[in-house]
């Protein structure tokens, strides 16, 4: 009778010790349920841009980074071309210099380009009259829109005679232009020598961290001007140059930055005045020397991008330190310092003279750029003119393809 009781309470504890763990097992994978449903929010979604392309976005989390872990560059579908934005600001006689690079752009490039020109009140009709000027076969590679000049308010007449007239705005074009993604922002004074889609996809090179990608200042940190004779700390050993940005917008508007004011790290909007305040008395070269600073503190944000892609008269004005360019050719003309107009550098002078010249519709190669290469022949005299078939090494390329490719009679 022993035996059959202790059996009997045996056989008990076994069925009660199966149902604990059955419910154990059942509470486990409940809130395991819940722990998931709590977290899901936090998880990237998909939102759409203005192009019908969608882009990775985060939510932000009770704890902020200045790493933009999960903000990348909008992802096309297959078969999908995104437009490329490329903005200039074009005050007072630039604007002449800012329609010239645009026509650079929509002569070389076969996607589709929105432009974005910021200039004062009274240059809008002209540069909507030469824009509308071009043939229907130039026009429909492109849209536009003229932006007026927009400062803070508090701070307009501080910010808008820094170094040139309106040459800060580009600090401000994150906040201005909202819905874009990402821009290519490039001085009046640069010519495309190759298609915008180029640099533009470089956009997809981007890190994580990585939002901004420009050029350095110089070659050589023993006579790059920002080594030598920089007040203010400057990006990587020869600091960076800014006329030529690549720019992730939504990155660098969410993105927080360390700086050399505050422990707290700041946005780009709450980042700009302060730096001013602190160094207006230092700097030389205005908006490009407060990115420089900004970007000294934050080098992680910087896609540091070959000297081809922003070629200047320093490059080979005492000869030649540029190697891709050598390598590859000049992607990128930047005729800082005004010789594009003067003198000085009577190659930079011609590349610009050619395609102002230049009208469309006749043929690239005969009207374009055969007497281009005759007018640089004629510049060897100088340093940057023995180099000058740097210019047109990738140039001419393109303007065969590009003229195979042009209506009948074009």
């Known amino acids: 009778m022993r035996v059959y009781l202790r059996t009997f309470s045996l056989c008990i504890v076994i069925a009660l010790l199966s149902l604990v763990f059955l419910f154990s097992k059942h509470d486990a994978e409940s809130f395991s349920a819940v722990l998931k449903h709590v977290r899901a929010p936090l998880e990237p979604s998909v939102a759409k841009n203005l192009n019908g392309a969608t882009k990775s976005k985060q939510r932000p989390t009770a704890t902020t980074s200045h790493r933009p872990r999960d903000v990348a560059h909008k992802v096309t579908s297959p078969g999908q071309r995104e437009t490329m934005q490329l903005a200039v600001v074009a005050c007072g006689e630039r604007h002449g210099e800012a329609v010239n690079m645009l026509k650079t752009a929509a002569?070389?490039?076969?996607?589709?380009?929105?432009?974005?020109?910021?200039?004062?009140?009274?240059?809008?009709?002209?540069?909507?009259?030469?824009?509308?000027?071009?043939?229907?076969?130039?026009?429909?590679?492109?849209?536009?829109?003229?932006?007026?000049?927009?400062?803070?308010?508090?701070?307009?007449?501080?910010?808008?005679?820094?170094?040139?007239?309106?040459?800060?705005?580009?600090?401000?074009?994150?906040?201005?232009?909202?819905?874009?993604?990402?821009?290519?922002?490039?001085?009046?004074?640069?010519?495309?020598?190759?298609?915008?889609?180029?640099?533009?996809?470089?956009?997809?090179?981007?890190?994580?961290?990585?939002?901004?990608?420009m050029a350095p200042e110089h070659e050589e940190p023993r006579i790059a001007w920002y080594s030598r004779f920089s007040r203010h700390p400057y990006h990587g050993k020869t600091g960076i140059n800014s006329g030529v940005m690549l720019m992730n917008l939504t990155r660098m508007r969410m993105t927080q930055f360390k700086n050399d004011m505050t422990s707290v790290d700041l946005h780009w909007d709450e980042l700009l005045m302060p730096l001013l305040q602190k160094y207006k008395l230092n700097i030389t070269w205005g908006d490009q020397d407060l990115i420089n600073i900004i970007f000294h503190y934050n080098p992680e944000m910087v896609f540091s991008f070959p000297c081809h892609w922003n070629y200047r008269p320093d490059h080979c004005i005492y000869g030649s330190n540029c190697i891709p360019a050598e390598e590859e050719g000049v992607l990128m003309l930047h005729g800082n310092r005004g010789v594009f107009h003067s003198d000085k550098q009577p190659a930079f002078k011609a590349v610009y003279n050619a395609f102002k010249h230049y009208i469309f519709g006749q043929d690239l190669i005969k009207s374009f750029l055969l007497p281009l290469e005759a007018a640089l022949n004629g510049t060897t005299h100088t340093y940057c003119g023995k180099v000058s078939h740097f210019f047109t090494r990738g140039l001419g390329k393109s303007v065969r393809k590009i003229q195979r490719m042009l209506p009948a009679g074009g």
Request: one cysteine or more; glycine letters at 0%; a negative charge.
């Open 107 to 213: 002569t070389l490039s076969s996607r589709a380009l929105r432009f974005h020109i910021f200039a004062e009140e009274q240059l809008h009709t002209s540069i909507k009259t030469a824009l509308d000027s071009w043939p229907a076969f130039i026009r429909a590679k492109f849209s536009y829109i003229v932006h007026p000049i927009s400062y803070p308010h508090e701070n307009h007449k501080e910010w808008s005679q820094l170094f040139k007239p309106c040459a800060s705005q580009r600090l401000f074009i994150p906040m201005i232009l909202k819905e874009v993604d990402s821009l290519l922002y490039v001085d009046t004074d640069v010519l495309f020598l190759q298609p915008v889609e180029l640099i533009w996809d470089m956009l997809t090179h981007f890190n994580s961290t990585q939002l901004v990608a």
